[in-house]
């Protein structure tokens, strides 16, 4: 193993592609995305990632389009909270663990991948037993259609939009989710009908299941709302979260632990983002005057 560490210390350090670098180090590999108006929103969002070998499977060179080749490494199952909440949806030119190259570098991929299965551990082919890959960290937040989610590190929060929310949500209230009190994340892509995120509850009898549009537990997606780059970051973090969370007691049954209640809705930040969402919808003639008017007073008086 020392060996191998001195050889890994010794590899080029830094292999650059066409929406990437990779900087090789002993027991990692750490990956930054470049900027830019042409490469991939994700990548932009990530920033970078330190990927422990001890994250990875299997490493591939395989020939990629238009005159590429692209070195590939792929994560163990359940070590990436990013890769399992995309659960494979995501498209292959937004995947992180993808790296471009000139066709002309092919020998210097090979390379590269065979110095890294080298260094693979014992364990690659197994599924990890814990997350060795960080998420991103909160607070994130994003729109989602129907409502605003955030994540404090602590619990996650959908505030619902009169415009956008179903009557069933709406009806709800707002909603505040611990992640002790969270079994898991479920993230369809907005890039597939009907995408959402939906929040799985610790001893729920039948989580997951029912229209997502109906579900306090989820947010919907849609006309540009909760995009790959705001939505999946967001499922990745929460989800790290719940699988380093101590386990609730669970309650008789499978009956559900936590207590949905309705928050009020009195934030100033919270009031003053509603009203620009509704002079969005106002402006774009959605609303009419007196609609506009009448929801803005109903807002401005929960202050």
């Known amino acids: 193993m020392a060996n191998r560490a001195h050889t890994m210390s010794r590899m ?23 900027r830019g108006i042409r490469k991939p929103k994700l990548f ?34 359940g070590a990436d909270p990013l890769m399992e909440a995309a659960n494979g949806q995501l498209k292959e030119d937004a995947d992180p663990y993808r790296l471009v190259l000139p066709a002309d570098r092919e020998t210097l991929a090979e390379y590269y991948a065979d110095e890294l299965r080298t260094a693979l551990g014992p364990d690659a082919k197994e599924p990890a037993d814990r997350h060795l890959v960080a998420a991103p960290e909160p607070p994130l937040h994003f729109k989602a259609y129907d409502g605003k989610a955030s994540f404090d590190g602590h619990a996650v929060t959908f505030r619902w939009f009169w415009t956008g929310a179903s009557s069933a949500k709406w009806k709800s209230g707002d909603q505040t989710f611990p992640v002790g009190e969270l079994a898991g994340v479920e993230w369809r892509s907005p890039e597939i009908l009907n995408g959402y995120l ?11 299941t029912g229209e997502a549009d109906q579900d306090p537990a989820a947010v919907v997606f849609g006309l540009g709302y909760g995009p790959v780059h705001e939505s999946l970051p967001f499922a990745a973090s929460v989800l790290q979260a719940v699988r380093a969370s101590e386990p609730v007691q669970e309650t008789p049954e499978g009956a559900p632990v936590r207590h949905r209640t309705g928050e009020p809705r ?10 620009r969402h509704l002079g969005d919808l106002h402006g774009a003639g959605l609303l009419t005057d007196d609609e506009f008017s009448a929801k803005k007073a109903e807002l ?4």
């Open 300 to 303: 401005l008086a929960e202050l």
């Open 266 to 275: 009195r934030d100033p930040a919270d009031i003053a983002d509603r009203i």
């Open 44 to 77: 932009q969002a990530l920033g970078e990632r330190r990927i422990p070998y001890e994250a990875l499977s299997s490493v591939e060179v395989t020939e990629g389009r238009r005159g590429t080749v692209v070195l590939h490494a792929l994560p163990r199952h």
């Open 12 to 34: 080029g350090d830094v292999l650059a592609g066409f929406h990437a670098v990779w900087e090789f180090d002993t027991d990692s590999v750490l990956i930054r995305f470049e």
């Open 198 to 208: 939906r929040l799985l509850e610790r001893g729920a009898r039948e989580p997951g």
